[in-house]
């Protein structure tokens, strides 16, 4: 997220979901899952219940997928900086895709919508167009976002004039 090096940054912030376990935890979790699966399976195939044996497995290969599946989506980041002039935006999905955005300050509105409901949902509003962020945030964190935005977005410099666009 390069900036003008006479825009001077404000306010910056680095967006990222919580991660309640490592790679590592989610491997153990898995081995341990497969250590109580097995043999399960196989005393069942034995007592001549045999497609349990591959429903188990199919069990297991679901849970492991499952469990990748939402790691990689704590991979998401999204980075907010607000200078004099300019708010930017720089989102990575969990597959490593930008997207970034930049808008003059003083036309970003920031947007909290049903503020005090879990499912709140926090927005950065220009020209019509709407970018949700935080969608990984609880309520009380986008609440706390928004207020620092609102902040910084309202107080980094006054309003211009039109005599002053004058040159």
Known sequence: MATPATDSIVFSAELRPNRSSSRSALKWLALAATGVMV???????LAG???VFGFMGLEL????ALLHFN?????VVERIA???RQLHLERINPWGQRESWSI???WARIKLIAAD???????LRSHGHVIALGTFLTADERREVAGDLRRFVSAVCAPVHPHELRT
Do not use: D, Y
């Open 39 to 45: 043999p399960v399976a196989v005393g069942f195939s």
């Open 49 to 51: 219940a045999w497609p």
């Open 61 to 64: 290969v679901a849970l492991v």
């Open 71 to 75: 790691h990689r989506r704590t991979r």
């Open 82 to 84: 607000v200078t004099e």
């Open 104 to 106: 003059p300050r003083h």
């Open 117 to 123: 409901a879990p499912n709140s949902r926090l927005e």
